[in-house]
Nanobody, 121 residues
Framework: VQLAESGGGVVQAGDSLTLSCRVS????????MGWFRQAPGKERTYVGI????????TRAPFVRGRFTIFRDDAENTLYLQMKNLEPEDSGVYYC???????????????WGQGTQVTVSS
């Protein structure tokens, strides 16, 4: 499966941004998927994950209700809607696909190339 993120950019604190992850080579309904991010000099960490049936969603504590994960099965696309962004949210955001429902990025075999999000104060 191939994944392609888009939607990153430079925004100001308090702004909103929606990232997309287009899935090709397989139906999105076959995979558990997740959003992860990596800031310079830091480890990649999960932002949120969604189960294959889309009946379970887990978001990282730092999200604090600001981010929403959803998918459009007809478009074979996963989304991350982010509101009230903070400078600490800056980093490269990746989507990943796998067969298990994990927050550990090491458990996902397929990754996109990432999209940069920069939040200025």
């Amino acid at each position: 499966v191939q994944l392609a993120e888009s939607g990153g950019g430079v925004v100001q604190a308090g702004d909103s941004l929606t990232l997309s992850c287009r899935v090709s080579g397989g139906a999105i309904t076959r995979y558990s998927m997740g959003w992860f991010r990596q800031a310079p000099g830091k480890e990649r960490t999960y932002v949120g994950i969604i189960s294959r049936a889309a009946d379970s969603i887990t978001r990282a504590p730092f999200v604090r209700g600001r981010f929403t994960i959803f998918r459009d099965d007809a478009e074979n696309t996963l989304y991350l809607q982010m509101k009230n962004l903070e400078p600490e949210d800056s980093g490269v955001y990746y989507c990943a696909a796998g067969q298990g429902y994990y927050t550990d990025p090491g458990r996902y075999p397929d990754w996109g190339q990432g999209t940069q999000v920069t939040v200025s104060s």
